[in-house]
């Protein structure tokens, strides 16, 4: 499910204002749901329209298991093995934990709320129509993933890995992005304007496909003068 012609920030969201194509948004609207009884996961286990609320799923295996009509609220995620796992039309609100195993796994219409995590593993991973909205993903890794129509917003992102990666249709949205590694990543219509903060520490000059502000081609011109290996010295 999508939202369309919405007005995001002065303009209609699926438009890009930049002459690209602007991120299509998910619209996750769940049915009534059934509390989740609790237990084990089971790896390729099928939940459908489940409402699981600070549950404590860590060090759990989930791998390849689908998730469809879900709810989770508050989960503990430490070390939880969702590997190939399937997130569809799901809201996570508040989740937190260390080490979260998404790897290959695929999200689509998912929204992610003020989450709390370090270390997510997502590398081979697909992402569509997805918003990450709030909280804080430290060390992220998504190498080698697929990100289209993703859009994070208001939200801290620190040393993501997108090494590898294909971004096409993803914005940066009042967030701050640090340490960001783009090596071998292929961008297309990403918008970083929104970015509040700006930080590229690897593949700077990976940056073809994507729009950023003057202002951040400023703060980005040591780095990309050292990335074209151009000596700036004083006179």
């Known amino acids: 499910m999508v939202r ?3 007005r995001e920030g002065g303009r209609a969201a699926g438009e890009g204002g930049y002459g690209g194509q602007g991120a299509r948004r998910p619209e996750v609207r769940l049915p009534v749901l059934e509390r989740w009884p609790g237990g084990e996961l089971e790896p390729d286990g099928d939940y459908d329209g489940l409402e699981f609320t600070e549950a404590d799923l860590g060090s759990q295996d989930g ?3 689908r998730f469809m009509d879900c709810a989770l609220t508050g989960c503990a995620l430490d070390e939880t093995r969702l590997r190939r796992a399937r997130l569809l039309d799901t809201r996570i609100s508040a989740p937190r934990g260390v ?3 998404l790897a290959e796994a695929t ?5 992610v709320l003020d989450a709390r995590l370090g270390g997510v593993r997502l590398h081979g991973a697909v992402l569509e129509r997805v918003l990450v909205r709030g909280g804080k993903l430290d060390f992220v890794n998504l190498r080698g993933a697929r990100l289209r129509d993703v859009v994070f917003e208001s939200c801290v992102l620190v040393e993501p890995d997108f090494g590898g990666a294909r971004l096409e249709r993803v914005e ?16 297309v ?3 970083l304007r929104g970015a509040a903060e700006l930080e590229i520490e690897r593949g700077v000059e990976r940056l073809a496909g994507a729009v950023i502000s003057p202002g951040q ?7 990309l003068a050292g990335a074209l290996g ?3 010295e004083g006179e």
Not at 172 to 187: E, I, K, M, P, S
Not at 217 to 223: H, S, T
């Open 4 to 6: 369309r012609g919405r």
């Open 63 to 65: 791998g390849g298991a």
């Open 99 to 101: 080490g979260t195993d």
């Open 107 to 111: 999200l689509r219409d998912v929204e």
């Open 172 to 187: 940066f949205v009042d967030c701050a992005v640090r340490a960001a590694d783009l090596t071998a990543a292929t961008l």
């Open 189 to 191: 219509d990403v918008d």
């Open 217 to 223: 081609l400023v703060e980005l011109a040591p780095v």
């Open 230 to 232: 151009i000596r700036v």
